[in-house]
């Protein structure tokens, strides 16, 4: 059994040990970078980029502007999908491409449709709103990958 002087000097040793471990990690870690949109042409763009990466066509999308005040007019965009169409899976990755941005985007699911309203808000203004839509009649025009 140690005493007590011993068991101090290794609780002191191992306190050290872990400081030094812990500013090895802390040195090797990669810097934290602090994405900006700094415009909402900015933001279209990159839900734009998202649209095309789930392989939206243009013809499946409507934008249409809702006027909030005079200065600001919100984008809503209304997009068309077949019935395979992951509507959760389109919501999250879309939702981590906004996350390092420090951009929200919570869904609501509307039920019994399942169609799904996406808020993309940031300090607590929602800038634009995304609602996606099942329609049947892309599931015969759209073939699935294999």
Same mark, same amino acid.
């Given at each position: 059994?140690?005493?007590?002087?011993?068991?101090?000097?290794?609780?002191?040793?191992?306190?050290?040990?872990?400081?030094?471990?812990?500013?090895?990690?802390?040195?090797?870690?990669?810097?934290?970078?602090?994405?900006?949109?700094?415009?909402? &042409?900015?933001?279209?763009?990159?839900?734009?980029?998202?649209?095309?990466?789930?392989?939206?066509?243009?013809? +499946?999308?409507?934008?249409?502007?809702?006027?909030?005040?005079?200065? *600001?007019?919100?984008?809503?965009? &209304?997009?068309?999908?077949?019935? &395979? *169409?992951?509507?959760?899976?389109?919501?999250?990755?879309?939702?981590?491409?906004? *996350?390092?941005?420090?951009? +929200?985007?919570?869904?609501?699911?509307? *039920?019994?449709?399942?169609?799904?309203?996406?808020?993309?808000?940031?300090?607590?203004?929602?800038?634009? /709103?995304? &609602?996606? /839509?099942?329609?049947?009649?892309?599931?015969?025009?759209?073939?699935?990958?294999?």
């Amino acid at each position: 059994m140690l005493d007590k002087k011993k068991g101090k000097k290794l609780v002191t040793v191992l306190l050290v040990l872990s400081c030094i471990v812990s500013g090895i990690i802390l040195a090797s870690s990669p810097d934290y970078k602090n994405y900006q949109i700094e415009n909402t &042409r900015e933001l279209d763009s990159l839900l734009s980029v998202h649209i095309q990466d789930a392989q939206i066509k243009a013809e +499946q999308i409507r934008v249409s502007g809702i006027k909030i005040d005079t200065l *600001f007019t919100r984008k809503a965009y &209304r997009i068309e999908v077949p019935s &395979r *169409f992951s509507k959760t899976l389109f919501h999250v990755g879309l939702h981590k491409d906004l *996350f390092k941005y420090d951009i +929200q985007a919570p869904a609501k699911v509307h *039920f019994p449709s399942h169609d799904m309203d996406i808020y993309i808000y940031n300090q607590g203004t929602v800038l634009r /709103t995304i &609602r996606l /839509t099942t329609n049947p009649e892309l599931d015969s025009l759209a073939t699935p990958k294999e």
